[in-house]
C-alpha cells in the first residue's frame, strides 16, 4: 500500500530555516516520481519542487535559490530544504508521488500525481 509521511513542518521567523521530509512506503523509484507543494491561507494547492528525468531538480520560481529538494532512495525519503524562510512561505507543505510518462518527472502540475502526504504545516511570523 502506498503512503506518504510528512514531517518537519514548524513554526518559525522570517530569515529561518526548515528541512521537511516525505517517508514513502510501497514507492518504487524506478515507476514514480515524487514532489512536494504547497497550499497556503486561501490559495490554490501549487508546486515547489521535483525531480526531472534525468534527476535535475525543477523549482517552482518563488523557491528558487532558497529551497533544496533532494532523495535519498535508499531510505525512501524525499526532503525539503528551506532557507530564508518568508511569511508568504506559510502553508501546509505536501509530499505527493505519481507514475506516468518521462516528461512528467518533476512537474509541477498537481494533476501529475496520483498519491499524496497529509501534510505538514510550516508558518513563519514576521
Known amino acids: 500500500q502506498f503512503q506518504l509521511v510528512e514531517s518537519g513542518g514548524d513554526s518559525v521567523q522570517t530569515g529561518g530555516s526548515l528541512r521537511l521530509s516525505c517517508h514513502a512506503s510501497g514507492y518504487d523509484n524506478k515507476k514514480n516520481y515524487m514532489g512536494w507543494f504547497r497550499q497556503g491561507p486561501g490559495k490554490e494547492r501549487e508546486g515547489v519542487a521535483g525531480f526531472a528525468f534525468d534527476g535535475s531538480a525543477r523549482y517552482a520560481d518563488s523557491g528558487k535559490g532558497r529551497f533544496t529538494i533532494s532523495q535519498d532512495n535508499a531510505e525512501n525519503t524525499l526532503y525539503l530544504q528551506m532557507n530564508s524562510l518568508k511569511p508568504e512561505d506559510t502553508a501546509m507543505y505536501y509530499c505527493?508521488?505519481?507514475?506516468?510518462?518521462?516528461?512528467?518527472?518533476?512537474?509541477?502540475?498537481?494533476?501529475?500525481?496520483?498519491?499524496w502526504g497529509q501534510g505538514t504545516q510550516v508558518t513563519v511570523s514576521s
Open positions: 505527493a508521488a505519481g507514475a506516468g510518462a518521462a516528461l512528467w518527472y518533476g512537474s509541477l502540475d498537481r494533476r501529475r500525481y496520483n498519491f
